[in-house]
């Protein structure tokens, strides 16, 4: 079955940027989405098709996909955004998350 | 405003039954894929299964093929998961999943029900 691999976490310091990836076999002929999950929220979609921005995500928020890695990241990190990120993706007719990212906003 | 709110939760001996359902509101039921997503407590997200607009196409994960059914009422916007056969490692936060575009992203989410298996 299809796997999508994610590092288990992610440190930044406010102001700077993070960057999560997301590998797995030909992930660039996917399209990838992202979701934040916060404590005790449900997720919430930040990137869709590996670079779009859903209205009223914050233009710190940007994807790329290529290859086998997609890439989430967030410039001007700020300690509103220390989350849990998945990202996910369809293989044939099922979806594939990743195990996800917990992002530390040092 | 797009609305999606899960039901039917609870506490189920392992073996037993249960099912969830989902009211959706504030935009064209009939017009859009669902799934399930599931969250095992302190873990990552688990997609479940999703359903079609039209019921026509139906995928479920591995761990619940055979015990799970997904089902749909367009007339009353309902959604449903019919969980069968229920073992302790099904317990998990249950969300109701609106799939939408060509890339099938999921863009509403509801607030989730807890299931709890256990005897």
């Known amino acids: 079955s299809y796997e999508l691999t994610q590092p288990p976490s992610v440190s930044v310091s406010p102001g700077q940027t993070a960057s999560i990836t997301c590998s797995g076999d030909?992930?660039?002929?996917?399209?990838v989405c992202w979701y934040q999950q916060k404590p005790g929220q449900s997720p919430v979609m930040v990137i869709y098709?590996?670079?779009k921005r859903p209205s009223g995500i914050p233009e710190r928020f940007s994807g790329s996909n290529s290859g086998n890695t997609a890439i989430l990241t967030v410039t001007g990190t700020q300690a509103m955004d220390e989350a849990d990120y998945y990202c996910?993706?369809?293989?044939?007719?099922?979806?594939?998350f990743g195990a996800g990212t917990k992002l530390t906003v040092l | 405003e797009v609305q999606l709110v899960e039901s039917g939760g609870g506490l189920v001996q392992p073996g037993g039954s249960l099912t969830l359902s989902c009211a959706a509101s504030?935009?064209?039921?009939?017009?859009?894929?669902m799934s399930w997503v599931r969250q095992a407590p302190g873990e990552g997200l688990e997609w479940v299964s999703y359903?079609?607009?039209?019921?026509?196409?139906?995928n479920y994960a591995d761990s619940v093929k055979g015990r799970f059914t997904i089902s749909r009422d367009n007339a009353k916007n309902l959604l449903y998961l019919q969980m069968n056969s229920l073992r302790d490692v099904d317990t998990a936060v249950y969300y109701c999943?609106?799939?939408?575009?060509?890339?099938?992203?999921?863009?509403?989410w509801g607030q989730g029900i807890l299931v709890t298996v256990s005897s």
């Open positions: 999943v609106r799939v939408v575009g060509a890339s099938r992203h999921f863009d509403y």
């Open positions: 504030g935009f064209t039921f009939s017009s859009y894929t």
């Open positions: 996910q993706a369809w293989d044939s007719n099922s979806v594939v």
């Open positions: 359903i079609s607009s039209g019921s026509s196409s139906i």
């Open positions: 098709q590996d670079t």
């Open positions: 030909k992930l660039g002929d996917k399209n």
